[in-house]
């Protein structure tokens, strides 16, 4: 391959998701540090480095109007905040009333959205910063305006560097969303792929529950993408290169119901075409597909025109060959087969034409409901309202943030009796450690202890190697922006880079030698402190929850379904209703599979459904595979006598998701066997010769969903934990 030339390296460089933010890290950091140096005080380095990092984890994106709002309501709370720590702190009491109180109402606005619960946790980690800075004049109230001023201007100074970094570059944050978007669907692809390979005794369950995982990120990187072209529509008519990313993302949402519709079982095809080369040329061409998605997304991200590989088709025109032999043989054991592997064919035709046309997606898409569904409240009594609905012990943000309300009291009575060294630090660890759930604890928990050994570690050698304080400045720089660009993807790294600008910053005005052993006590009673909060206070076990977050996921499948029969009585029509059932359905598939991945880090009694949990994923989302398939191919379908069928078949299909939904959520008996759906399956199952391809694809689909609600029903009653009662009537 040739050698990537400087100013290609220095695009993909530009083009990274990271490297904006931390250069705007960097540039308020050494900003900051050359002020202080400039004015011989380093001592002014901490409070505005302190500043800075607190607004820079308190931003989220938005375009630069909504994100100087956000800094607005930004600098008030963290103005608030650290001039309250400042005036309670000589009074533990109040101090202690204060800081319970301010901590549970900061976790509760997290009711309101992310970004309101970024800016909150950012302004909970700035008071426990400003107690950092009170503990170090040990409560002395002399010029206590000072250091809350100092905190609030790193803050104020890297927010206007990220309004001004937002209005000169806009579109950035939409490319890289889009682009991660087309990775993950590529990624789903290929994954995709391996289902297709005509191997007998292949394990199918296996990789279909990886599917699954990898639809979870998908979906995640649909709502991110989503979110950021939100903040940018605002409440006029899009621009035409908003528009253009626009059309780019409905592109992805199609490409990816098509891609995760299935149309038949692949081992039943794989054991009848096992001498064809049939599934070989479907599993090629979709591997050729994810590579597009892959190059799509690398041609979004460098804002390169994206060029469609003649390969995919060639591999298209071989695939309809392969058929078409197949057809020629007239084999009558193949007739039902060959259709779902027209319908297969169809589905990635249609792919195969939208990759093509995704260089110009606004002739591919044409015109369709834009609208998106803003879920942030757009008013201040929608916003009470959704807290008020939150107060109570079933919520599991009210449990958080009682929980974290606690522990930070706690923290603070431990600090009193123990008077460690660097006290406050504790806290911080508390704040940071302390998460919504047991598995996610655990993890911040080993991942803070061992990157703050390792900073340690790091720290005590570049002193000895680097004693010049300047040098030490500079690494302090280096660390701090080391941490913005890991701090969410190698959390342990992060942990690191904060305990090396922390003791590198504490080494301008004293000894930071002296922080070492503190640093790391405070660190490992933090961590205890805020385990022992998650484990005993309101736990939030996921294994407790999974029958709801099942019943959720069969609701939404019920929904999707009623919505995609729908459209076929009123004919193809992206609607925003539609796509918000297709979302809430693969939300559901995503959340499911996020619980289960949290159950594995739960003590081995509250993760002993973890097997059966499993299992219930692949069904879904194999269930989720037949109504994207339905989905894929909806039209108004011409008049015929088997509509009357259809339609009370996919209304009996809902009910019956409903039904385990509904068990599953009330904790109700179910039936483990149900007649009316063994006989409705028989009746679909029942093609008549004479019936058209498109009244034929959805009996056969309808069919394929209803044969999945049998092992449904054994899993679901498996989750209640009760045995086999009388088979159910008409369901």
């Known amino acids: 391959m040739p050698t990537p030339s400087l100013s290609q390296s220095l695009r ?75 005036l309670l702190f000589p009074y533990p009491w109040l101090f202690t009333l204060g800081l319970a109180a301010s901590a549970f109402a900061l976790v509760m606005l997290g009711a309101l959205g992310e970004r309101y619960a970024t800016i909150a946790q950012a302004t909970l980690i700035l008071s426990i910063y400003s107690m950092i800075a009170a503990d170090q004049r040990d409560g002395v109230m002399l010029h206590f305006w000072r250091d809350p001023l100092l905190l609030v201007a790193g803050a104020t100074w890297y927010g206007l560097l990220s309004v001004l970094w937002n209005a000169l570059f806009a579109h950035q944050p939409v ?52 979110e950021t072209l939100l903040h940018r529509l605002g409440n006029g008519r899009p621009g035409v290169k908003i528009n253009h990313y626009l059309k780019l993302y409905f592109l992805a949402q199609d490409l990816h119901e098509r891609v995760s519709s299935s149309h038949y079982p692949y081992q039943a095809l794989a054991e009848a075409f096992f001498h064809s080369d049939v599934l070989f040329r479907c599993q090629r061409l979709l591997r050729l597909q994810a590579s597009a998605c892959a190059e799509l997304g690398d041609a979004i991200q460098l804002r390169q025109p994206f060029r469609y590989s003649e390969a995919n088709a060639q591999a298209l025109d071989d695939l309809q060959a392969s058929l078409e032999h197949l057809r020629e043989q007239q084999n009558p054991a193949w007739r039902g087969l060959l259709r779902s592997l027209r319908a297969l064919s169809g589905n990635l035709s249609t792919m195969q034409r939208q990759l093509a046309s995704a260089s110009n997606p606004d002739a591919l898409v044409g015109e369709q409901d834009s609208s998106l569904l803003d879920r942030q409240p757009q008013s201040l009594s929608e916003a009470f309202s959704r807290i008020r609905l939150q107060l109570t012990p079933t919520s599991l943000l009210f449990r958080h943030a009682l929980r974290m309300s606690i522990a930070l009291v706690c923290g603070y009575a431990v600090l009193h009796a123990i008077h460690p060294e660097q006290g406050y630090w504790v806290l911080l660890t508390t704040v940071f450690v302390c998460q919504p759930n047991y598995g996610a604890t655990r993890i911040k928990l080993v991942q803070r202890v061992g990157g703050t050994i390792l900073g340690l570690v790091a720290g005590w050698a570049l002193f000895d190697l680097f004693p010049s304080q300047p040098v030490q400045a500079l690494f302090a720089v280096a660390a701090g922006v080391v941490f913005f660009a890991t701090r969410s993807t190698r959390y342990t790294l992060a942990t690191a880079a904060i305990t090396l600008l922390v003791l590198f910053c ?132 011409p008049d015929d006598a088997s509509d009357a069928l259809l339609e009370s078949a996919a209304e009996c299909l809902a009910q019956s998701l409903d039904e385990l939904a509904a068990a599953l959520r009330d904790n109700r008996p179910l039936a483990l066997h149900s007649e009316a759906e063994d006989a ?49 009537g008409q369901p």
């Open 506 to 637: 504490f080494n301008q005005v004293g000894d930071g030698y002296g922080l070492i052993w503190p640093r790391l006590f405070d660190t490992l009673l933090g961590s205890a402190i805020a385990a022992t909060a998650v484990f005993l206070i309101l736990p939030d076990w996921q294994g407790r929850r999974l029958n709801q977050v099942v019943a959720n996921t069969l609701s939404c499948n019920s929904d999707y379904l009623r919505q995609i029969m729908h459209q076929y009585e009123s004919g193809k029509h992206d609607d925003l209703a539609y796509r918000l059932a297709r979302r809430n359905a693969h939300n559901a598939d995503a959340a499911l599979s996020t619980t289960l991945s949290n159950m594995l880090l739960e003590p081995g009694h509250f993760r002993k459904d973890a097997e059966t949990g499993f299992r219930f994923l692949v069904l879904s989302h194999t269930l989720l595979n037949y109504l994207s398939g339905l989905g894929a191919h909806r039209e108004s379908l």
């Open 175 to 226: 490319q890289q969303s889009l682009a991660r978007l087309y990775r993950e669907l590529g990624q789903y692809f290929k994954l995709k792929a391996m289902l297709f390979e005509p191997v007998r005794q292949l394990d199918v369950e296996e990789r279909r529950l990886h599917l699954a995982q990898q639809n979870g990120q998908v979906v995640n990187a649909l709502n991110a993408a989503k």
């Open 680 to 728: 409705l399956a028989e009746r679909l199952e029942q093609l008549p010769d004479d019936i058209d391809d498109g009244h034929r694809l959805v009996q056969t689909q309808l069919g394929l969903i209803c044969r999945q609600l049998a092992p449904l029903r054994s899993m679901a009653v498996h989750l209640l934990k009760q045995g086999t009662i009388e088979p159910a």
């Open 12 to 86: 993909r460089l530009w083009a990274l998701e990271k490297f904006g933010y931390s250069l705007r890290v960097f540039i308020a950091l050494a900003g900051s540090m050359g002020l202080s140096w400039g004015l011989d005080q380093p001592g002014l380095m901490i409070p505005l480095f302190l500043g800075i990092i607190a607004s820079a984890l308190a931003e989220t994106d938005d375009s630069w109007r909504g994100r100087l709002s956000a800094l607005l309501v930004t600098l008030v709370c963290f103005s608030v905040a650290s001039i309250s720590v400042e």
